[in-house]
């Protein structure tokens, strides 16, 4: 898809906890989108205190509870909090969201609700009439990695669930958290499977579920994009 000339000027401040987890297909599916990436790896440098824009906040192997142990994972925690009070769109993603739900007050339990693999997404009320799921079915299919989950923050809108796992997206003002994975490909689930000795099903099933599971995917982060283009932001 092509984009059009209004489209290039949105920048998209992407934050990186973990040099193994990475953009996956919003990558390329941000710059189709007609986006200018800037990434920041958080493990490396603080993030800019200076942007405009909608924020995409990736995973990472490690949890929010290591905070103590990764001081970088507090400070982005207080430069996301900060964002969302200045009206900026964000979009968190597996320990991307439950950051930003710890950012809003909100608990992330360790070792709680794993989930592994291809799942259903089931949409609450609220989250039908949401625009982050505009064009998507109830329930519809996204990849899911995670060890830890969250609780949903004071005055988060709930918007999705899983059988297994209840906190699957949640609102706060211009700000959208995700327990699942819209980003990955084959070759990250791959990675992950090598690396975590999980087995191969996870792998088998993306495979299986290429086609629907990156059409759901794509389409969640066009809305997100295009949400944010009405949104105004603080300078």
Known sequence: MQSTEDEKQMDVQVLQFDARVGMGTYLSWL???GCQINCCRCDLEAPPTATVGPVLLLGGYMGVNDRDQLPYLQMAAAWIAREVRRGRPVLGICLGGQLLAHALGGTVRSQ?????GIQNITVTAAGKTDPLFAGLPDPFKSFEWHNDSFDLPP???????????????????????LQFHPEVDEQIVAEWCERTGSGHDPLKQIVQHREIYHTHSRQLLANFIQASKSIPTER
């Open 31 to 33: 710059k189709e989108l």
């Open 112 to 116: 709680s609700h794993q989930e592994r």
């Open 155 to 177: 005055a988060a809108t709930h918007l999705a669930q899983t059988e297994t796992c209840r906190g699957q997206a949640f609102r706060h003002a211009n700000a959208w958290g």
